[in-house]
C-alpha cells in the first residue's frame, strides 16, 4: 500500500476554492481575499502547485490602464483531478470509519501529490 | 554626534538612492526591491505579486501584502525540496555538535556558537532553495574566500580570547553572543549572495572595487599592527582613515567605472563588510598580544574591583570583545555605507563632468 502526504489545510483550501470553478481564471487578491490568507501564505502554495503541474498560469491579456496586467490562475486537468480526490479524501476522514478497510486503502493509494 | 551625523547622511542618501518612483508608497517600493532578488526561474512569480499589490487598498493591508512579499522572497519554495532538507539537517547536526563542543572546551561561547551554527543553517537552506545558480565568475570566488577567512579569523579570535581567558567571553545577557552571531551571518550573506544593486552587467566590476578596497585596507592595517607597539586599544578605531579612504576610493571607482551610482554605493559597501571580521579579528589579535594588562582611564580603575572578573586582562578583553561587536561590526559598517554614499555621488559626479567636458 503507497501511502501518500496529505496537502496541508491551507493547500487544501485554495484546491478548493480553484475548483470551485475550474474553467475561469483566479487572481492572487482575489484568492487572498476569499480564503483570508495572506501573500506570504498564498503565493508559496500557487508556486508549488505550478511546479507540480496542478495549476495553469497565465499573464492577464486584456490591458487596464494605470495597473499592471495580473497574473492569472486555474486548475490543470491534473490539478482538478488532485482536487477533487483530496476533497474525497477530507470527506473520508472526517466521516465516522463505515467504510470497509479495502476501500480506504484504495483511496489512500494516490500518486504522491502532496506536500504544497 | 559623528554616528547620528553618519545615520542622516545615510537615512538621506537611501532615500535618495531608493526614492526614483516618486508615486510608489513604501510597500510598493520593498515589493519592488524584493521581487528584484528572486531567482531567475521565480521572476514571474515577483511580477505576479508586484502587479498584484495594486490591488491592495490601505496603509495596513498594503504593508501586509509586503511583508508577505518578503517572506516569499527569503524562503521561496524550493525547486528541490529534499535537497533543502538535507541541507537543513546536516547544518543541524553540525550546528549541535559544535554546540556541545563548545559548551565543553570555551563555555562562555555556547550560545554564541548554537545561534551561528543556526543562522548558517537557515542560510545554507535558503541558499539551496534559491538554485539554480550561474556559474561563479573569479571575483565572486575571491569575495567568497575574503569573507570566509574574515569571519573564520574573527571567530577563531574570540575562541582563542575564551580559552586563554574564560571570564573575558562570558555574556551573562546573552546579547552580544546573538548579535555578533547575527552580524557575521549577515555579513557572510551580503558576501556570498549580494543583493544585485549594480546590475548582472557591473556585478564583476563592484566586486573588484570592493575586493581592491578591503585588502588594501586590510593590508595596511596587517603592516601597522605588526610594526607598532600593542596597546589595550588596538590599532583601529571604528573608523580609521584607512577604512574611510579605502571605502571612499572603492564606491568612487564603481560607480564611475560602471556609469552607476548603485554599483558605487554596493561597492563601498561590500568593501566594509569584507573588512570589517578581518579589522575585528585584527584589533583583538594585538590586545591578545600584550603581556602586561593596565587599566588606563580613572573609570576602569574604579569600576574594575566591583565588576567580578577575576583579573584586569578578562576585564579589559571583555570591554574590547563587546565594544568591537558594537562599533565594528555594527557602527563602523553603518558608518561606511553612509562614506559609500558619498563616494558614488562623487564618483557620479566626476563621471558627468568628464562626459560634459568630451561633449563639450
Redesign the interface.
Known sequence: MTRIRRPSARTTAVLQALAEEPGRWRYGYELCSQLGMQAGSMYPILIRLADRGLLETSWETERVPGRPARHLYRLTGAGRAYAGAVAAAAGTASRPATASPSVTATRRARPRLGGA | MFIALALVVLAAGLLWLFGGQSDADAPARIVAAAVSQLPAH?R??G??????L???HGRARRW??A??????VL???P?R?NRALLVAAAGLMAAAAATVAAASEVPGLAVFVAVLGLLLSGYAMAVTSRSPRARPTAPRVMVGVVALGGVAAAVATVVRIAAAHPAATTDGTHVFSILFALMLTGYLAFALTPPRLGGHANSDTVLWWALAGALASGVIWTAAALTMPPTAMGVIGYLSPVAAAATLAASAGASVAARSRRAGVQAGLLTGILAAPLHFALDLTTILQLHHYTLSSAYDVAAYPHSGYPDVASYILSDAVAGEIVSGLVLYPLTLLALALLGAVAGTGVHRLAARRTTG
Not at chain 2, 511580477?47 to 498584484?52: D, I, K, P
Not at chain 2, 511583508?67 to 516569499?72: K, S
Open positions: 521565480r514571474d512569480w511580477r505576479a505579486m508586484a502587479a498584484e495594486t490591488h491592495f501586509q501584502f511583508a508577505g512579499v518578503l517572506r516569499v524562503f521561496p519554495p525547486r525540496r
